[in-house]
């Protein structure tokens, strides 16, 4: 999930580092020795502006390091939060290295945004979103991969007095076949690190790939995570580690006015209870004293500043904004207004969008531990793990180059483990801070700190107008977008241009149809709730708002759904030819069983390419979807077997939110807390999907959120096929109930 702004300032950079050709320059640190054998790191020259942070830790900030017993180990830049971003990298290291997959492993890496800044954000951050893993990855990692191998075969070739040029490496074997030589990595590991560093790498051709683009290449961590041997944050035990929870305010924006816990404090296991920034912090010697002392705890808060208005007087009050003009103008072509008034026929619409929750299975959580050498180590999921760093500082009073992040990884995130203010991080530097780091603390979130804690994808409504000439040409479109920001008041706030937040109207402002005049606007509103980027951040209400009210217009006209938009994008190939693949595959226009209907949407979100086309029914006024045919162009396919998964698991998690999903609050307090009130998609309601690969030799783009966005718009499109109903209030279980 990243920003439409983002990306674009990242652009440039992109382009340059596609075509700057691999020197001694874009060296960082080069080979160096280490105490199991050599370390390699690399990066490329668009990174070499970047500021160098304060360091975590003593350890060389490198991509590769191999041991003496053949072991590689890849440090990841990108943080894996179940996307795959970690067999991503692997490989592209395996491809150009010529390791085997049975001695690689992966750890998160974090420290030294000069070696791990996010190229398509410019390099100077470390971060993972915006589904850009494997965009800021591709050059960086394969240039690593090939310079070790380069490194391995002089060493080899020095040893055995044979040419380089004639040594092998492929499958963890270093080979000669002229002497009948050959030894594994780990052999040549410490001569390498001697080596001079190659002037000009080489990387393989397209045809010499054997791990990139292989559809059967299994997943490294399959194992691990199959057999329970994967440890996340939760798994993290420390010598005498203590476990915190919290009791945040109920409102948001409330305060901590006074505590009573003399019962808490009496509780067997509990030592401390503690006042912190965000409320009140109970800490036990487990986690089952922790929960019963913070019943016992008796919190008065001050609400003063307190956001007291519920999601049903939110909503009125955005339905009265979108009647008046936008605050804002995020995109105008030609004149929307004189060609609606002049129109033959004007067709309007308004959409709701309700706030959603992340829902992770994982809640929030956090290990904090001040080590004999004063150094502060933090354990968690650390999406921005060294802006983290800078958080945990200034909550802790530990100088950042004495604060070090281990990066682990995650039971999911969708955006919740991006946070702005870092919260879950600075609630347990200030609860170590608070207890005089006596001992390792874990902060474990409970569900319901998670639900009703906050930060969510924001509420939105959008209204539609769009204007057909005499012969039916869609003439004229505007779309006036109402919602908070997600990025005002935080650290990326300089994205806000013009007044307009391009997280709010991503897929409305790049909307790709050839429509002569239209515009979209913006209204930005003040609302208390906390609001976060969600899988797919804007995209996940304007790809329905925009895909199914152009249903409607073509609903209006009497004609076909898909050669209808294929004529509106005749000026971008990739929308079309993804639309093209899916209708093929579905065989668009075949009968179906009776009561069975298609819907049809394509998107594009961080510059990969989505078609989706369901198969509906409705029966006894249900939403049944049966099946779901996707057809994706994410550039050159890394791990196709990846991308498949990828898009089948955000058509399931756009699907919930669309058809059940929905976070309320009564009086400024959230209504659900747990699975049972809020509704992810249940097992027994995930369609059959099939996902095809558009093939491509562009540069490869992201796929852990664009599968989301076109899900919602090709379901409604399809019931209103199969019941005449339009859903324009979102969840389906409300709105479709309610048309």
Known sequence: MLVQKLNEMAREMTARAKTEAVSRRGFLLGAAATSAGVAIGFRPLAGLAATEPAKAGADLAAYIAIADDDTVTIYSSQFDMGQG??????TLVIEELGADWSQVKVEGASGNVAHYGNILWGGQFQGSGGSTSMASSWDRYRKAGAAGRMMLAEAAAKEWDVPASEITVEKGVIAHAGSGKSAGFGAFARAAAGVTIPEDVALKDRSEWTEIGNPDLKRYDRVGKTKGQQDFTIDVKLPGMLTAVMIHPPKFGAMVASVEAAEAR???????????????????????AALKAR????????????????????????RDLVAKPPMAVARKDGDPDAALASAARVIEATYEFPYLAHAAMEPLNAVAAMNADGVLEIWGGHQMPDYYQQMASKFSDVPPEKIRMHVMKTGGGFGRRATPDAEVITEVAAIGKAIGWKAPVKLQWTRENDMRGGRYRPAYVHKMRAGLDADGKLVAWDNHIVGQSIVANTIFSGLIKDGVDATSVEGSSTLPYAIPNLGVGLTTAEVGVPVLWWRSVGSTHTAYATEVFLDEVIAATGADQVQFRLDLLKDHPRHAGVLRLAAEKAEWGKPLPEGHHWGVAVHESFHSYVAEIAEVSVENGQVIVHRVVAAVDVGTPINPDVIKAQVEGGIGFG???????ELTLTGGEVDQGNYDSYLPLRIDRMPTVEVHIVPSTERPTGIGEPGVPPIGPAIANAVFRASGQRVRTLPFEKGFKAA
């Open 266 to 288: 009496a509780v067997k296991g509990v030592t401390d209870v503690v006042t912190i920034h965000r409320g009140v912090a109970v800490v036990a010697k487990d986690m089952w």
């Open 295 to 318: 019943d016992l705890v008796k919190v008065a808060w001050d609400e003063s500043k307190a956001e007291k208005r519920g999601s049903a007087e939110i909503m009125a009050e955005y």
């Open 85 to 90: 971003s970690y067999h991503g990298i692997a």
């Open 655 to 661: 699907l919930g939110s669309v058809l059940s999903e």
